[in-house]
């Protein structure tokens, strides 16, 4: 991979040439290195441009682009287009079409339709990523490529019929052997849905009531594996024609159709596109109204963060943010004016958590078709706007780069995410909101976290902060006990409650970390809004909302597991909510407060420092500066001076 | 039928030894009998394993199973498992599938994916149901049997396609002779909906606005007809080949898709399938989101002894409850932890409103597919799960058999419900919401209440309440008439609202009531929330929420028509919101406290004795027992003693 | 037309004598009589008893009909009965049926199943008028024609399939000539979009994510031109057969499914269907839930003379109120009574905006299908209603002909609306809701208002206020340039957003309005609940929700643009909310108080006089005479005196 080593934060934009007259091209290129910018990435969604009726190019437009952006002395990122297949494509192959939930062919009109699974759509994805390669893969601007956009965005990583549900037999077939095997494993017994062919078998949408769990999971790992080799697909073509250049791709926020940990390998990096207003008001599911309120010009710190500390372990590496928001956004239900210095700030953020490059989104605000309300760092009549005068600002030599080393990990794992969602048995919560809620209270407490996934390495952590971890497999419950030799161990709420086929294990939950844990489930306890219960610790009480699990302790436990919480009250009165293990701790009740208490705990047990920042202040360390940031509307006295509003400052450790 | 007579309550439990290797078979069922369970459940779900290829037959797993339990002492509850219909069934006769109201297949993958017209799964049915007779309908150790499952469950009753829209007009035609009188029934003539031919005719969906609520009351009947023949085809073949032992059927909650009496016609007895707390959670139209909470992990009496009654109604005969909830449910949004107590609560209950065996739902905690958070009378692990615990400490002697001998009546009618509630008018009452406010004030004045259908025979009560009888004939007037010679009747809101084919009377509401009422309808008034009108009567005045009709006295009647209360303020100021006449009161105002008022003068005029009892506490009586209940989460004072928690006593009339 | 010219206000019935027996028609007509109205309107939904079999036309009941009306001395106003196509065509021709957004056929069994663009649909719809108009044409007692029913109403201007899908590629075609002149008036090319030939182009449903505001416009206009063709094939057949009659069209309450100015046109005038408490319960979009119960039993008086100043203004002339509720309606999730005086008030409110026949819904409550739960003059029984003696004591004397002479216009335009809300931004605003807070801002200040075409003539207004004009063009931005040299103008937010094609313009908003606001757009802010912003002007300041735009003041506005108010605080801290350049201001900001301000000092400036009124009260005026209104349930006190609740008084200006 040729790109230079930066000795700090470089800058990028998103720009759409085909979308403005060609006169402005080379103005746009010679202000955008002005602007102090090293990258330009185009042609994400110019398939049409370039292959105008099939089999037909036209590249003249985009040699010109290309040269445009070179003769500034900038570098280009080149986007495979098959994100948005042209009207030939969809009208002369309507196989390629894919499906929603309701069973429907999802229309051509916006984007990203198409089947992952279609053998036709492979076919013409390989050849615009193969013509593009040839043309342009050993082009001297071209510094690297992104592939596709965003998979899975707007729920497209799933098809519920066409090419998908042709190929679900096959691949069911593939990983099961027989039928019979797949019986036992999904417990088909259960309601008679025992299968006698793999024929049989379909994507698991429009039942009469719930789904199988396990029918459900195996069908996303389809889906999944799926987005996955029609990556790789893409990635060997580049890889043969456009050698020494990197390959990424931009995730988005909080998508879940998809194991990431599985796409991302292959990649010389991960990108990622962060658009903390609108995820804020349209992702979440933590927090309340008035945390959206309180955040909506900032977004939340900690849900931005949890992002890119999320895509910085999916390989280990340094990150881009390849579309970065710089104005109001269109898409959410609501979509504010960033506060001012909101820019400066995820920018410094961004940098703080590992990224490398920050990629605007976009050059000049769009004058057509479905995102005329969003911002970019021009207006419409192309004068700058409140983004460009914020970057402009910015003193970049701050950023110098390097390595985040956190000594905290948190695990996370797409499959034990899709099997929490598909039973909650608690509406108020779900595994995103449970993760997000014991990395929000880490971050309170002034750590860097890493996000990893659960089998990767976790040597060199002091803490491992499993919140979620559904799915167990012998092979992950070994692993963790090695962790737990050399770190403090937390475990949240339904840890194991799956085997590998989402069954319950047979001897209860948590299966085969019983040992680790020192205990045994007893019950869980789903509470309604209005409906609380009270643990008591040896120093505090505190009430718990949503869930309440208990657990009876294991007398084999040889080094004594202990009860450091107990409900009083309600139907687990007595029993334990917080069970310690020698290193290893698990929470079973959810609550703010007492997942902070314990984890601070933890952290001190762990030989880490914790501090308990304000309401808006976060710290966050790299290459041995930290970044000081206050995301309040309002100044905050923090460590004997003054935090501006929206504001951040880089010091030395 | 060979069914024991018990001389007080038995106990039963639903297990599925298909879900367990078969070396627990017997232990379990040598810990069921230790338990003191008499009866087990089994073959719910299990066509697939009986059946695994078309015409193929394995029997030797349930021979098996039936023996093990045989072998303990224990008497077997056979099912036909036509609830769920194996994989290819279903894909080699797809044309049994059901439609759904958007017009959907509803897919294999969960249960009860049939549609009750088709006339190829009734032969299936037929079928299977026979095999199964002729293999175990003598079998010693099988007392009776379960028919399908839980009719109706997850919309099922109906299927707007496929099979059923095929038979609906002949149907139709079998009704009404010519396609012109059903025209004139349904008043076709409204918006030129006429039809020239019966095939004409389709399912009332998809429409481009408001149903014809004829049509729709027709689509329902025929639908109900073909739970009713359904289930008839299978009682046919297990009393030609099951002599001697029981059918009944498990009915569900507040299921409304068929005509429960005609249903229930031809069993033994009648069975239903109490979950509390899921009942509260999920099936609510009654009641405030704060009364949920205060009942969350009891449910609240009233709506479960509603079912009780209800169900006891159909064959004015005792009861089986077939699924008894002993710990958590899954399938609500908020799935709490029963309280202490609640269990034997639940079963102390049922006993006192009439039920002989009370079967729980289930043995083992299920560790595969849909219902894995539902709990068991053991937990996954075979560990005894808390309700196991609270039945063992259960003293079944103190539940004698007999008779409950209420005095007063309410008055319930499908077909009432269907044309309330296809036509609401004020969004936030419906035809079980407004039945339930009759029912629970009668209760919170410590009355036994039979529920039963208006044509049924009503002599021996003093006190006949019909909340919402929507639906008036002739003969149903002439029936009621005759009991308001020697009874107390009370009307609620909407009486004779309709006429047989769904129309209004041409003479005006109330019809053919209007004699027996002394009054008939000026008008009705539907009240957002926040917006209430206020009545006052003799001695006490209250506001009125939701709904508000009042009357003109008719003049014609003999012995004379009181306005007792009267509207004051309103659009409605100064009418009669309450009559009486006679023995008959007409309630035309929707508020708790009216009613309740209303009621209690009537249990005194009818020499019944009334008793405002406390939040929460309830009194049941049977064989001359009284069944003293405190269903708070706090102690109770009452009757001079103090009620402990979600507890309960047995005392002597 | 021979329309008699009244001195007064005249009354009418809307009647349906196939919904009673033949032996009530003469009767009814003689009560129609006594009770003082002129006009009955008949035959709306009658097409199945006109013509029983394709081709079999059965005039005797209607003959009838008409003959005992005008024995009575009444005149007719037949309908064509288009909205309701009998079964056999439906069955017949199913190509004629109409696709919801979901792709879904919409079924036969209500009412309206028809897709404009059927040329099928169109042949039998010129064949029944025809029919209808040759046999009724010259009927001395027929005063005019209502062509089909409330075009549009249940969301039926629309089809997206069948007919509408087949034709929208033609239209396209005939629009843009080329599929390259397409691409680039659509902006294609933003997400490879663009088309290869016409016919790969489907209505703009079941998309992956956000439709192209372009595309979603033209198959809006698409659809508004096929209402308007195909209602005026229907009136070419009146003209020629029934010469000297009217024929209107009975538009609806916020119909938005078609331009109603392009649909008016060739209407002798136009009609509307009022209905003022369902209005405010179904389709209010303004207005808390406060409001909504405040004026539950009235409607909101702006909400409903918003509709008469609307209708008024698409021809110009008096209109009549074709169907105007007279108790309670029976659509809306609450239908409470009218409150005593409700009906006499619409009544006077309607004369006074321009009404000059005013025709119930309906004689009597119908007794079948749908609408039995609908009130009319006469209830079921056939004894009159609330509103029947209402009517009976209303003095139509004191309501004169004569003109209503408004100096202030609000502009309105359907293409601005579709624009507005495909991309609201701010999800708690819509076209609707920020035009009628305009509205009631002048309303509430003493104004008489005309709602007119940003196009039309606009000379002789003091005032002229454009609340939303999203769509701009440089033909209309002259029209108001050249308007504003006699008048003071006031825009609001998002003014000239778009182009004709539904672009942004290329040099920014507004466009080609720049010149005459002497400004700018600079940034815009959507505002979740919970979140504002401040404004500070002259002489006071005030809180701004939902939406915030700011401006540029342009440095070449001759006459010097000023910014009259300011954001202070938040991110356009400082920027000009409100700008007023010359005779014209734009309002920035959404707040009610500050929109009052403004506009009561704009029309001070205008030389007209704003007077502040009470809550609820209101005052009309026409040929000479003001109408004072009290809206309140409460008596308020009013220019020395004190109003009766719900009440009304006419005085001489
Ligand atoms: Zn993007
Ligand atoms: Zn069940
Ligand atoms: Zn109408």
Not at 231 to 236: D, F
Not at 553 to 578: F, R, S
Request: proline fraction near 6%.
């Amino acid at each position: 991979m040729n790109l230079p080593l930066a000795s700090h934060l470089q800058l990028a934009v998103c720009d759409y040439p085909e979308h403005v007259p060609q006169d402005r091209w080379a103005d746009y290129a010679r202000q955008q290195k002005a602007l102090g910018l090293s990258y330009i990435r185009i042609a994400e969604f110019a398939w049409a441009l370039m292959e105008p009726q099939e089999g037909q190019y036209e590249w003249a437009w985009l040699d010109q682009a290309i040269a445009d952006i070179a003769a500034a002395g900038l570098r280009v990122v080149l986007c495979t287009p098959t994100a948005t297949p042209p009207a030939w494509l969809t009208r002369t192959y309507p196989e390629t079409m894919p499906y929603d939930h309701e069973g429907r062919v999802r229309e051509f009109g916006s984007r990203r339709h198409y089947d992952f699974a279609s053998p036709v759509y492979r076919e013409h994805s390989r050849r615009i990523t193969r013509q593009m390669a040839e043309r342009y893969g050993n082009h001297e601007a071209v510094a690297g490529w992104q592939t596709d956009n965003e998979f899975g965005c707007h729920d497209t990583a799933r098809s519920w019929g066409g090419a998908s549900a042709a190929a679900f037999p096959g691949w069911l077939e593939a990983r099961y052997g027989s039928v019979q095997a797949l019986n036992e494993a999904w417990g088909n017994a259960f309601w008679s849905m025992d299968y006698q062919s793999f024929d049989q078998i379909r994507p698991p949408n429009l039942l009469i009531t719930d789904v199988n769990p396990s029918h459900l999971l195996d069908f996303y790992r389809f889906a999944s594996d799926n987005v996955k080799s029609f990556q790789e697909e893409q990635v060997a073509i580049l890889r043969e024609l456009s050698p020494g250049r990197f390959v990424t791709h931009n995730f988005m926020i909080f998508e879940s159709g998809f194991d990431h940990y599985e796409v991302a390998k292959g990649l010389d990096f991960v990108s990622w596109d962060n658009y903390p207003t609108g995820m804020l008001e349209f992702f979440s599911g933590w927090g309340s109204e008035d945390l959206k309120t309180r955040y909506a010009r900032t977004g939340h710190p900690d849900f931005i963060s949890f992002q890119h500390d999320l895509y910085r372990g999916l390989l280990h590496k340094p990150i881009w943010v390849m579309e970065q928001q710089c104005g109001q956004v269109n898409w959410a239900p609501y979509n504010p004016l960033p506060a001012d210095g909101a820019v400066q700030l995820w920018t410094a953020q961004a940098w703080a958590h590992g990224t490398d490059v920050v990629s605007y989104f976009r050059w000049r605000a769009a004058t057509m078709a479905q995102e005329v309300m969003h911002s970019g760092l021009l207006r419409h009549d192309e004068t700058p706007d409140r983004g460009h005068t914020e970057i402009q600002l910015l003193d970049l030599e701050q950023f110098p780069s390097g390595a985040v080393t956190a000594k905290v990990a948190l695990l996370h794992d797409y499959e034990s995410l899709w099997l929490y969602d598909v039973q909650k048995h608690a509406a108020g919560l779900s595994y995103w909101a449970q993760t997000v809620s014991y990395y929000a209270a880490l971050r309170g407490l002034g750590q860097d976290v890493d996000i990893v996934h659960p089998d990767s390495d976790l040597s060199g952590y002091a803490l491992i902060v499993a919140p979620a971890l559904t799915l167990m497999i012998p092979e992950r419950a070994a692993h963790l006990e090695e962790a737990a030799q050399h770190a403090r161990v937390v475990f949240g709420p339904r840890s194991a409650y799956r085997t590998v086929s989402g069954r319950t294990p047979e001897d209860g939950q948590p299966g085969v970390l019983a040992g680790l844990l020192g205990s045994k489930l007893l019950n869980f306890d789903s509470l309604r809004p209005g409906l609380s219960v009270r643990v008591e610790g040896p120093d505090h009480a505190c009430d718990v909302t949503t869930w309440a699990e208990s657990y009876r302790l294991n007398p084999a436990a040889g080094n004594g597991a202990e009860a450091v919480y107990k409900y009083t009250g309600g139907p687990q009165q007595g029993q334990a909510a917080v069970v310690r293990h020698g290193n290893v701790t698990v929470i079973g009740a959810h609550s703010e407060e007492l997942i902070r208490s314990v984890l601070a705990g933890e952290l001190q047990a762990a030989g880490l420092q914790a501090e308990l920042l304000p309401e808006g202040v976060r710290l966050s360390r790299r290459a041995g500066k930290t970044l000081v940031q206050n995301w309040n509307a309002q100044p905050v006295a923090y460590a004997g001076r003054t935090l501006a509003p929206v504001s951040f400052g880089v010091t030395n450790d």
